[in-house]
């Protein structure tokens, strides 16, 4: 059973940071494209960063030059840093990987930015 368990959101002041992490369980971590998605009050949810099996990575423009993606394939963990946090970074922040057909989805971590 696959399984994606995100962890340390919280509430950080502006200008601050945070580093989320996602657990993975249940897959061959080392070979999926993992990916941190969000979702705000009444948006849709977005994509935010990807990190491939390779390590490459993208970001969405909104968080480029502020995050880092990075993985522990020891670990089956995927991180995503932030810095630089603005108010509009508040939002839910959920892990997503695909395997074959199948997506797979973490219960989301709140990051809430604000003074």
């Known amino acids: 059973q696959v399984q994606l368990v995100e962890s340390g959101g919280g509430l950080v002041q502006p200008g601050g940071s945070l580093r989320l992490s996602c657990a993975a369980s249940?897959?061959?971590?080392?070979?999926?494209?993992m990916d941190w998605y969000r979702q705000a009050p009444g948006k849709q949810r977005e994509l935010v960063a990807t990190?491939?099996?390779?390590?490459?990575?993208n970001y969405t423009d909104s968080v480029k030059g502020r995050s880092t993606i990075s993985r522990d394939n020891a670990k089956k963990t995927v991180y995503l840093q932030m810095n630089s946090l603005k108010p509009e970074d508040t939002a839910v922040y959920f892990c997503?990987?695909?395997?074959?057909?199948?997506?797979?989805w973490g219960q989301g971590t709140q990051l809430t930015v604000s003074s």
């Open positions: 249940g897959i061959f971590f080392r070979i999926y494209t």
């Open positions: 997503h990987t695909k395997t074959g057909s199948y997506d797979y």
């Open positions: 990190i491939t099996s390779g390590s490459s990575t």
